[in-house]
């Protein structure tokens, strides 16, 4: 059995500079080629988190204010992190894969904790491709609207408090329905959900009708495999619009809002071959929003800027990776220009495409993540005002998160599990603590994975 100990005293200089003035640190003392041993029971973590070193392992627990001891293990990168030793006998296990630590002495509770808690699951319907959270029924409490693909329905998960989740109530859409939108329509101050239905080349409008209970649907007729929606307002009449990437028909659609939850006819714009993601921003800050769209069979992304009266002009097209599944729009790099986040499914990357004035783009930056990352979020979770990045990967059944190292470069990811085949992330603060949450549509299990922020 090891019994080494060392006092890890390096470990204040690389918090220090990791956090900068929080002046977090932590003593650890450091067992060597062991593990923890406890009487009549498996020590438990409360989180295992994968970090790619020792000293982010320590670093997860500094993070976690009831950790009180770690192990690492080096083949896995599995980091354990725990909270409770009362069953611990005193005695190490010999494991020549694990390094274990106890706290000796701590200043911490950081403002800029990143880590997320274990995964908590919430049945839905089959095959929930698409995920938003939203406050529904104005309790001021975000509940969770998923589609489920293969039930042809969407579902709503109430929220019933402190991030907690009622059982679905579902409402009959269209055939395959791969991605929701939901926003006030109709102006009555109660949010709308909106459905791209892939299998009937339609879209439908489902209005509240109060303390979150919905109406039956009204479909509108767009192209040939509507597989991604937005709703924004793009000809500035106060009105949101529906913007829709149709996959099989290599276009976007837009919808324009005649008033009271009612749209016109599509109006169609050529983008790039198996459009599957779409996002409107302005990204000329000529105060007009833009549509940005990732095309999978081109390996490209479609930049249509707004000539205004939400008319467009012809695509611009980006080189990105193979198979861009999922796209974003933000300003990572705070330089008041929103850059594009896109997935490469193909290449298990994500890319960075700086905005270079004018709504012209550079070269993407890529980032190793997880395998076929599917879909991306761009949202601050460590509280450094900069945005982070987290990605679904559908091929691993993980999320990945990127920190924001600062000028709009991204950390090594760190991953959390979630359920089979995730589809589609979102996140949001789901339970009022003021730290955002992480919410996934897991395709293959049936589910959604709720996991709260530290």
Request: aromatic fraction near 6%.
């Amino acid at each position: 059995m090891a019994s080494t100990r060392v006092c890890l005293w390096l470990l204040f200089m690389i918090i220090t500079q990791s956090i900068g003035e929080d002046k977090q640190s932590m003593i650890m003392s450091v067992m060597i080629d062991s593990k923890f041993q406890c009487v009549n029971t498996t020590c438990l973590p409360f989180i295992s988190v994968i970090t790619s070193n020792i000293i982010n392992c320590q670093v997860a627990c500094l993070t976690q204010s009831q950790c009180i001891a770690a192990t690492f293990h080096r083949a896995t990168s599995d980091c354990e992190l725990f909270d409770n030793m009362l069953n611990h006998n005193g005695n190490m296990l010999t494991d020549v894969d694990a390094t274990s630590m106890n706290v000796i002495s701590e200043t911490r509770f950081p403002p800029g904790c990143s880590t997320f808690l274990n995964q908590t699951t919430y049945s839905v319907g089959n095959g929930p491709s698409s995920v938003a959270v939203v406050d529904v029924n104005s309790d001021n409490k975000p509940d969770i609207v998923v589609t489920n693909e293969a039930s042809n329905s969407v579902g709503i998960l109430l929220n019933a408090g402190n991030g907690i989740f009622n059982n679905q109530t579902t409402y009959i859409v269209g055939n395959s329905p791969a991605s929701v939108a939901v926003l006030d329509v109709n102006s009555d101050n109660k949010l709308d959900i909106i459905v791209g239905n892939f299998g009937t080349t339609t879209v439908s409008v489902l209005l509240n009708a109060g303390n979150g209970t919905f109406n039956a649907q009204t479909t509108y007729s767009v192209g040939s495999g509507p597989w991604s929606i937005a709703v924004v307002d793009v000809n500035s009449d106060n009105k949101p619009d529906i913007v829709v990437a149709n996959e099989v028909s290599n276009n976007v659609g837009v919808l324009v809002n005649i008033g009271s939850g009612i749209f016109s006819a599509q109006t169609t714009y050529v983008v790039g071959s198996a459009p599957r993601s779409i996002a409107v921003a302005d990204v000329n800050s000529d105060s007009n929003p833009d549509i940005v769209v990732p095309n999978q069979g081109s390996n490209t992304v479609s930049v249509l800027l707004n000539t205004g009266s939400g008319t467009f002009n012809a695509q611009t097209t980006y080189s990105v990776g193979t198979n861009p599944f999922s796209v974003a729009v933000a300003d990572v790099n705070s330089d008041n220009k929103p850059d594009i986040v896109v997935t490469n499914a193909g290449s298990n990357t994500v890319g960075v495409l700086f905005n270079a004035g004018s709504g012209t783009f550079n070269a993407q930056s890529t980032y190793s993540v997880g395998g076929n990352p599917y879909s991306v979020a761009v949202v601050d979770v460590n509280r450094d005002n900069q945005p982070d990045i987290v990605v679904a990967n559908w091929g691993s059944n993980t999320v990945s998160v990127l920190l924001n190292a600062g000028n709009g470069t991204f950390n090594a990811q760190t991953t959390y599990s979630v359920g089979t085949n995730p589809f589609s992330v979102a996140v949001v603060d789901v339970n009022s603590d003021n730290k955002p949450d992480i919410i996934v549509a897991n395709w293959g299990s049936n589910t959604v994975s709720v996991l709260l922020h530290c």
